[in-house]
């Protein structure tokens, strides 16, 4: 393998990072939605697909795979989407492959579409890891840089010069990483010939869990008529019984769009109208948002149908879900509606068997009602932004998100440069586009675990932080540290505190007894120092299923009940005080690379990788509930243990 393929590869990721920094962010990026202006076709299902094994990893590109069917240039093999790659087949070139690997699709597009020239076609792809080239019928569309978020391309123009009704859609993706992506990773090539052949590299990365690549989310093509709402922003309050929808929506298409704005109760009824594109609705007697188990009522969610009419009469409408809600941070508090909410929850990975990051809505929904049966109010997308459908399924079942952004692993100096943070602080755009409106995202985080200890991460942070909270100002900002509490250069800007702790584990081994102190410890420290709220953002251990012993050992199943115990005691004096969360690592087992540390994956999950709960999952389950009751308002329904 020639030994210039993945650096090319990695340079032409690196220069489209770079370019991503030049462009502010353009648009909106509104979910995707049917209505009566609108349609929307789901393109998923069998690609083609071919990884390119040439050893530049560029014979695509030299060869012009987009311009022809990809079927006529090499073989290809079936790829369900949306799906990582990595695990579909027997080959393992296929799951370790790093470089471009080729997805193509034809697709019948509505001849209507095409003949009414007054309707916008636009391409999206819900993810792809880690950078994408998309062509229509062989011109190129658009590029972007990223898993994890969304991308799309107004295609109106090339469908309609170059299609019969036929579009076939080509994507390249790459999974390579860099000092400058996110996350970032560095190719290393090994050149001891008597030990390597020619060519040789690896991808290191410095996360925990598998780099699983392709189209990750689903692919859609959606209209709006050409003159359409871009983009909608709300931001909620209330006072007494009023509840208050500020709301702001641009109209890309048409300079003078009339703005129609009608929020309606779940019963139908219209409570507010607007008319004008930014403006102040009023609901009286409001049903605020309220987190699962805090309320009887949880998760009320208004509709909110905004009409802009062009000047030449045509209409698009679009229909957001709106929940009424605020969120504030005192010294010791977390607030929602003005009352104390604690984080009980878990972390969670996008992970399953076969289908790596794919998007798969039976997981979705397992995982929503395992988190309801354990009572768990809260969780963080750990590492990476989670499907839009997750967060649409947390606002209307009223489980509280922290929205983590790509910054993890960021532990090599150069990965703080200027080139980094711009990407990053692009990264942030991109999120806090996406997510604004939902109810259940209560805070951003920005990072996990950076080396918040060298010298850059001050400035990094403070620019991070103060930038996240310019776009967005009606929610807290963190991110997750495992450092330090005294060399942690990062925490002084950020709202509240959310440390990562391993004690018994990653430090004094097998020794659960010193767990009391040193997070008695811990806590205290940060605290002292900040006077900012607490969460503790991971603890755990591993538990391989199936393996027990009396007393406790590392690895086993008692290990992680007693570990979690441990932990447990603490924060039940904390939680009186300042700590005002728990998430446990992990919610389930998932995949990561192959090491010396990881039996097939991070066996951290108090659920298998299958979703089977470990003693662990039940022992939170009791907690859980526990807090639930002493501290939430709870439908009767949902009593534990009486369901
Ligand atoms: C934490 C990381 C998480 C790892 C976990 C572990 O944030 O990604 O999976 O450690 O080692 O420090 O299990």
Excluded at 442 to 468: C, D, H, I
């Amino acid at each position: 393998m020639g030994s210039s393929g993945a650096e090319r590869a990695a340079k032409r990721v690196f220069l489209a990072a770079l370019c991503s920094v030049c462009q502010a962010l353009q648009g909106g990026m509104l979910s995707p939605t049917e209505s009566p202006s609108r349609e929307v076709k789901d393109v998923s299902g069998l690609w083609s697909f071919r990884a390119d094994l040439s050893p530049e990893r560029n014979r695509g590109f030299e060869q012009e795979w987009y311009k022809s069917p990809l079927a006529e240039t090499g073989p290809v093999i079936d790829m369900p989407v949306p799906s990582s790659y990595n695990d579909i087949t027997q080959d393992a070139k296929i799951r370790d492959f790093i470089g471009w690997v080729w997805y193509e699709k034809d697709v019948w597009v509505p001849a209507r579409w095409i003949q009414d020239r007054g309707t916008r076609i636009v391409l999206r792809v819900g993810s792809a890891h880690y950078y994408s080239v998309l062509w229509v019928n062989g011109v190129s569309v658009t590029e972007h840089v990223g898993g994890h978020l969304p991308f799309e391309a107004d295609i109106s123009d090339v469908l309609r010069q170059t299609s019969g009704s036929v579009c076939r859609i080509t994507i390249a993706v790459n999974n390579t990483l860099t000092l400058e992506t996110l996350p970032p990773g560095t190719i290393q090539y090994m050149n001891d010939r008597t030990r390597y052949p020619a060519g040789y590299f690896v991808q290191n990365t410095n996360f925990d869990f598998f780099n699983y690549a392709g189209i990750h989310r689903s692919v859609l093509l959606y209209t709006t008529p050409k003159a359409h709402i871009d983009d909608i922003t709300v931001e909620t309050s209330f006072s007494d019984n009023i509840g208050l929808v500020s709301y702001n929506v641009s109209v890309l298409g048409s300079s003078k769009p009339a703005v129609k704005v009608t929020l309606s109760a779940q019963d139908g009824r219209c409570v507010a109208s607007a008319n004008g594109s930014r403006g102040v609705l009023k609901v009286t007697d409001v049903n605020l948002w309220w987190p699962y188990l805090m309320h009887e009522n949880p998760a009320y969610l208004y509709s909110m149908e905004v009409q802009a009419t062009a000047e030449d009469g045509q209409t698009d409408v679009y229909t957001l879900p709106v929940g009424i809600r605020t969120i504030k941070v005192t010294s010791t508090q977390f607030l929602i509606n003005n009352k104390p909410f604690y984080f009980h929850g878990v972390n969670k990975h996008e992970d399953a068997d076969i289908r790596g990051k794919g998007f798969d809505w039976p997981l979705v929904v397992k995982d929503f009602n395992l988190m309801k049966w354990m009572g768990v109010n809260s969780f963080r997308t750990s590492h990476y932004p989670y499907a839009e459908e997750v967060l649409q399924m947390a606002d209307r079942h009223g489980i509280v998100i922290i929205d983590e952004c790509p910054g993890v692993g960021i532990k090599d100096i150069r990965s703080f440069g200027n080139v980094s943070l711009a990407h990053h602080l692009t990264v942030m755009e991109e999120l806090v586009r996406r997510d604004k409106n939902h109810p259940s995202v209560v805070m951003w985080s920005v990072a996990n675990e950076p080396a918040s200890e060298m010298q850059p991460a001050g400035f990094y942070f403070k620019a991070l932080v103060s930038r996240t909270k310019s776009l967005d100002s009606s929610r807290p900002v963190t991110y997750i540290t495992d450092s330090n509490y005294a060399r942690d250069l990062g925490a002084p800007y950020v709202d509240v505190i959310c440390v990562n702790s391993y004690f018994s584990w990653y430090h004094d081994p097998g020794h659960t007894e010193i767990i009391d102190l040193q997070l008695n410890t811990q806590f205290d420290n940060w605290y002292g120092k900040y006077q900012k709220p607490i969460i503790q953002s991971e603890y755990g251990a591993d538990a391989v299923p199936g393996l027990h012993t009396d007393p406790p050992m590392m690895f086993t199943e008692e290990y992680q009940k007693t570990v979690l115990q441990n932990y447990h005691n603490v924060f039940d004096q904390k939680r009186k005080e300042f700590v005002i969360g728990e998430l446990i690592w992990n919610f389930a087992d998932f995949m990561t690379a192959q090491t010396i540390t990881r039996v097939v994956g991070n066996k951290k999950g108090i659920f298998t990788r299958q979703r089977q709960p470990k003693p662990g999952a039940f022992l939170l389950r009791e907690r859980y509930w526990r807090i639930a009751n002493e501290t939430g308002v709870l439908p009767t329904w949902a009593r534990y243990p009486c369901q």
